[in-house]
């Protein structure tokens, strides 16, 4: 059976009369005899007592009127959920991010909520090289990422471009200081992020290159926890501007230029190529893309071509 022939059925029903049934459905009687023909052969049981003359149904008829109905009415109530998904009156956002590109969609989501104030979303916290194994696994739609993915299977966004600071304590020796070299840094005690990250592989690379010992002997699990311990004054970090600049700004920490350590990073929106992004994404997507216009630097909407 079919949903088409369920209407027709219950067309029947409540009018009690094949004829009438035609009239309302704007059909003629015999199509619609044919069809309940088909749904009583389909199901093997006579849904119409013909030998009455009021359309009274039989009791395998009552039985499927019930059914009939919830049916129909699951099938308006899944049309209206889609239409609310089509107009954002309804849905959810899943992206996956790691601890600090979460703190780069904050702007973006605080306008994307004010705009679709009915969409959920969650921000997974997730390994920035695991993203886009996450996302191929279908586990998430969009996710946030600090490198250049697999151009054939993920689409690039290019959405902030963010910078390293080196930061120390104000009642640090070097706080004072104008510019630094890294050779400057041979003696510092660096309290660094105990993830293994891109960041983390270029510091030891520029560290060896130059010929510097990196005294990295104490790792904390979270950027937050590295900045305070950095301002109670006990070691230096090299942290993404963006994690520390309100601290930066209240005095709480200095930053101070490293000249061998100036290290832009460009931090993207990813997703799947072979995908049909959900209404809510594309909104994301179209909000993080005016969010740029409006703001300008260091916020960027550039997708990046398929090599």
Do not use: C, W
Not at 38 to 58: C, N, P, Y
């Amino acid at each position: 059976m079919d949903l088409s022939q369920l209407e027709t059925f219950l067309a029947v029903a409540e009018e009690r009369s094949f004829s009438r049934a035609a009239v309302r459905m704007h059909r003629t009687q015999p199509a619609v005899s044919q069809v309940i023909r088909k749904l009583e052969e389909s199901i093997g049981e006579v849904l119409f007592d013909r030998a009455a003359r009021d359309g009274s149904l039989t009791a395998a008829g009552e039985l499927l009127r019930d059914y009939a109905q919830r049916l129909l009415a699951l099938r308006r109530e899944a049309s209206s959920a889609i239409e609310e998904l089509r107009s954002l009156k309804r849905g959810h956002l899943n992206i996956a991010a790691n601890e600090y590109t979460s703190m780069v969609l904050l702007p973006a989501l605080d306008a994307f909520r004010r705009d679709f104030p009915h969409i959920g979303i969650t921000v997974h916290r997730s390994l920035a090289s695991r993203v886009p194994e996450e996302l191929a696994r279908r586990t998430f739609e969009l996710g946030v990422v600090s490198f250049r993915p697999d151009t054939e299977q993920f689409r690039s966004i290019a959405i902030y471009n963010d910078s390293i600071d080196f930061i120390v304590a104000p009642n640090h020796p070097q706080a004072k200081a104008g510019r630094l070299s890294i050779k400057d840094l041979d003696k510092e005690i660096f309290i660094a992020h105990n993830v293994a990250s891109p960041l983390r592989s270029r510091v030891i690379e520029a560290f060896e290159r130059y010929r510097t010992p990196l005294r990295m002997e104490i790792e904390l699990p979270t950027i937050e926890a590295i900045k305070l311990f950095v301002a109670m004054g006990n070691g230096v970090a090299l942290l993404p501007h963006i994690t520390v600049a309100r601290e930066i700004e209240t005095g709480a920490l200095v930053r101070v230029p490293v000249d061998e350590l100036e290290v832009n990073r460009v931090l993207r929106v990813i997703h799947r190529r072979q995908v049909t992004l959900s209404y809510a994404a594309r909104a994301f997507l179209l909000t993080l893309r005016k969010l740029a216009r409006s703001q300008g630097k260091p916020f960027a909407f550039h997708i990046d071509r398929q090599s």
